[in-house]
């Protein structure tokens, strides 16, 4: 079992940035490949961004190609979101979630491939 907690969801006007976090705890967090997500009212939940286990490899939504990356920290138990060129467009609820693999480049992208979510944090962009 793997339980996420996402951190530093908030207001932010158009052009600013935000870094969410994602804190993991329960089994071994390396052993899994990380996920952000996001879903706003009325839509359904998106793939924002990935990253695999072991770090190297990562892939990401059109929509966010060049504003957005991810990475981890195997040391803190920690993936992080950094989202910088924010556009209204970007605002909704922000999910972590895991997916549990051996393959260290493995990098999921489905919402079925992956095991685990956090409880999401809001990010509300105001133009």
């Known amino acids: 079992q793997v339980q996420l907690v996402e951190s530093g969801g908030g207001l932010v006007q158009a052009g600013g940035s935000l870094r969410l976090s994602c804190e993991a705890s329960?089994?071994?967090?390396?052993?899994?490949?990380m996920g952000w997500f996001r879903q706003a009212p009325g839509k359904e939940r998106e793939f924002v961004l990935a990253?695999?286990?072991?770090?190297?490899?990562?892939y990401w939504h059109d929509s966010v190609k060049g504003r957005f990356t991810i990475s981890r920290d195997h040391a803190k138990n920690t993936v992080y979101l950094a989202m910088n060129s924010l556009k209204p467009e970007d605002t909704a609820v922000y999910y972590c979630?895991?997916?549990?693999?051996?393959?260290?480049?493995?990098?999921?992208?489905?919402?079925?491939?992956?095991?685990?979510w956090g409880q999401g944090t809001q990010v509300t962009v105001s133009s």
């Open positions: 979630a895991a997916s549990r693999t051996e393959d260290s480049e493995y990098v999921p992208i489905l919402r079925i491939q992956y095991d685990y």
């Open positions: 990253i695999s286990w072991s770090g190297d490899n990562t």
């Open positions: 329960g089994r071994t967090f390396s052993s899994y490949a």
